[in-house]
Structures are given as structure tokens and as C-alpha cells.
């Protein structure tokens, strides 16, 4: 039904930004809260933010509340994550995922992206 590909990953120093960008497919973008996930190798899925599907509500996960900021362009059907500050332990896959409500559950996402890898060098 949604199809969503993620883009913008890659090597990084410590202290260093990156933008994530998450297409997706489909007339109905904006239906849909965006979601962005990551997963360190050898842990679980974390969540790390989401936005509403209009884009007036954002929640993030305390570890990147202060660094990290989502937003999307309904009109481009793309949601990003603004990486700043980065740290090591933000290494991971990071995932964008789409679902019709805005929650930090992961269980609760219908589609996923491939995922794409950002690595933070020390």
C-alpha cells in the first residue's frame, strides 16, 4: 500500500549533522503519521521521533529531544530527521515507518522502510 525509502545516511565525526529523507509513495501522505526508528546492531528497535500527519504534533525520545528534529513536506510526500550533535551511540539503521496515528510504538507501524545506515565516528 506505502511504499517508503529511506536516503541521507553515512559517516560522520562526533559532533558532526546529517539530514535523513524518507519518500514515500501513495496519494495519501499526509493521512499517515512518520515515524523514525533506529537499531544499533545487536539491540532492539528504539524509537526516536515521530510527527503527526499534518505535521502540528512532534514527540522525540529523550536521548535526541535536544538534537534531533523531524518535519515533513506533505507536498513532496518526504519526512526527514535533522541530525545535530551527533554522538557515537547514535550509530545504527535508522527507519522511517508510516501508520494512521501518531504513537511511539513501534508495533503499531503498518509500513517500513529499508532502513539506511548512519555510523558517528569518535
Known amino acids: 500500500q506505502v511504499q517508503l525509502v529511506e536516503s541521507g545516511g553515512g559517516l560522520v565525526q562526533a559532533g558532526g549533522s546529517l539530514r535523513l529523507s524518507c519518500a514515500a509513495s501513495?496519494?495519501?501522505?499526509?493521512?499517515?503519521?512518520m515515524g523514525w526508528f533506529r537499531q544499533g546492531t545487536g539491540r532492539e528497535r528504539e524509537f526516536v521521533a515521530v510527527?503527526?500527519?499534518?505535521?502540528?504534533?512532534?514527540t522525540y525520545a529523550d536521548s535526541v529531544k535536544d538534537r534531533f528534529t523531524i518535519s515533513r513536506d506533505n507536498a513532496k510526500n518526504t519526512v526527514y530527521l535533522h541530525m545535530n550533535s551527533l554522538k557515537p551511540e547514535d550509530t545504527a539503521v535508522y527507519y522511517c515507518a508510516a501508520d494512521r496515528t501518531t504513537t511511539t510504538q513501534a508495533a503499531a507501524y503498518d509500513y517500513w522502510g529499508q532502513g539506511t545506515q548512519v555510523t558517528v565516528s569518535s
Open positions: 510527527i503527526s500527519g499534518n505535521g502540528g504534533v512532534t
Open positions: 501513495g496519494r495519501t501522505f499526509s493521512w499517515y503519521a
